[in-house]
Nanobody
């Protein structure tokens, strides 16, 4: 069974850090670009970051640029989202999603597989 599982979410104070992990089972990630998305209560889901299958190309939304970093370890079949300087507006459910790598321009458009999400809450 093909599955993506996120972990690492939790409650953190403003200014703090968290590292989310996205681990695949049932398939290997080295042919897939991975996107991180988030959805806050009452808001639409938005893209946060994306990383190419080999890790050489990344994209980050303007709202997280300079604070979040995306990386991957294909040997561990895992992708990471390092989140620093967290703000209350980063509170959301974070999802990872996988799309078989085609072009850099569309590498995270219309993912094929989604995880169940992990809650991130930034509050004092």
């Amino acid at each position: 069974q093909l599955q993506l599982v996120e972990s690492g979410g939790g409650l953190v104070q403003p200014g703090g850090s968290l590292r989310l992990s996205c681990t695949a089972s049932g398939f290997t990630l080295d042919s897939y670009a991975i996107g991180w998305f988030r959805q806050a209560p009452g808001k639409e889901r938005e893209g946060v970051s994306c990383i190419s299958n080999w890790g050489g190309v990344t994209w980050h939304a303007d709202s997280v640029k300079g604070r979040f970093t995306t990386s991957r370890d294909n040997a561990k079949n895992t992708v990471y989202l390092q989140m620093n300087s967290l703000k209350p507006e980063d509170t959301a459910i974070y999802y990872c999603a996988a799309k078989r790598m085609t072009t850099v321009q569309t590498m995270c458009v219309g993912p094929h597989y989604w995880g169940q999400g992990t809650q991130v809450t930034v509050s004092s």
